[in-house]
């Protein structure tokens, strides 16, 4: 995993998180693909895991041209800073946790040719859990991982 620092200043994340405050189409987020596990996770384990909002899939849905604008800055600027340099974007997902809410291990895609980024809007009690290992959400920061590991 690479950790790259300084992607965009705290102004323009305070524009971003204004922007999803106001944004229609969040959705419980629970990292299974079942919806009886997804029901099982939610009602019988007791584990909620947040919001997600999906502004961009590389099947031409996008529900906010603002937030998918932001979302190609963040990209270009991760690019930039890494060595990634042929990319095809699959998904953009903005993800919303509330105090003891935790993610589902899982991975983004099976090949292993395939990224994933998180970037923190926010400084946060949260994190990414990569590998056994915690890394808090620290704002401006996005952590880049082959996206055949498992997370959350």
């Known amino acids: 995993m690479v950790i790259l620092e300084n992607i965009l200043d705290?102004?323009?994340?305070?524009?971003?998180?204004?922007?999803?405050?106001?944004?229609?189409?969040?959705?419980?987020?629970?990292?299974?693909k079942d919806y009886s596990e997804k029901y099982n996770f939610l009602f019988?384990?007791?584990?909620?895991?947040?919001?997600?909002?999906?502004?961009?899939?590389?099947?031409?849905?996008?529900?906010?041209?603002?937030l998918t604008q932001y979302a190609n800055t963040i990209i270009q600027i991760v690019l930039n800073k890494s060595n990634l340099k042929k990319v095809k974007l699959k998904r953009v997902m903005w993800n919303y946790y509330m105090k003891d809410q935790n993610g589902v291990l899982h991975s983004d895609h099976n090949d292993v040719n395939y990224w994933s980024f998180v970037y923190a809007l926010n400084t946060t009690d949260g994190g990414l859990e990569f590998n056994n290992n915690f890394f808090p959400d620290i704002e401006s920061e996005a952590k880049l991982f082959k996206s055949n590991i498992s997370h959350r």
């Open 10 to 32: 705290k102004k323009t994340n305070k524009e971003i998180i204004k922007e999803l405050l106001a944004s229609a189409g969040w959705f419980i987020a629970i990292d299974v």
């Open 44 to 66: 019988n384990k007791k584990i909620h895991s947040g919001f997600s909002l999906t502004t961009f899939s590389e099947n031409g849905y996008i529900v906010n041209k603002k």
